[in-house]
């Protein structure tokens, strides 16, 4: 699924000028499209997304730079909508409405490539979580179903440093 990333970074230098942490603070619209026998439909998780990234710069002063470091993904929003296949019903629900279903906060990884001159820069990520974005309990059984449900997936930036 394509969505929407945004936010803001700090750039807090370490050692010689190539190397920096870069703390930031991110929106990020996730999810999955899917089709099958049954269901027809798009999964959207929305994030707020705190990243500690290392990063490397080829040259002090811009040019190519390397990123790489733990996420932390807090789920603020998640909806399912489609169709339902067999009737030809559609669906639109946020998850916190389906019986037994939890976005969970979850803890991940990104590493990512870009370069910047002067102000303005570009860049690619990929990211993944290390566990579930969501989880499901049978409200008749209580017993946890493993949905093997996990982020991942690539991004390209803009970025503005000002």
Sequence with gaps: KTGFVGGLFVGLPVGG???WIEPEL?????????DNATYTGTETLDYITIPILFRWNSQPDGGFF????PTVNFNIS???????????ESYD???????GLTANTTIGGMAGLGYA???FGIEG???NDWGDALSY?????????DLDVRNTGWTIMLRFTK
Excluded: H, Q
């Design 137 to 145: 309990t049978d409200p008749d059984t209580d017993e946890d179903i």
């Design 78 to 88: 998640c909806s399912d909508s489609g169709t339902y296949n067999p009737t030809d």
């Design 26 to 34: 991110l929106y990020i619209s996730k999810g999955a499209k899917y």
């Design 117 to 119: 001159k002067g102000r």
């Design 66 to 69: 390397f990123l790489v470091g």
């Design 17 to 19: 000028g190539n190397t």
């Design 93 to 99: 629900e946020k998850c916190s409405d389906i019986d």
């Design 125 to 127: 990520r990929w990211m």
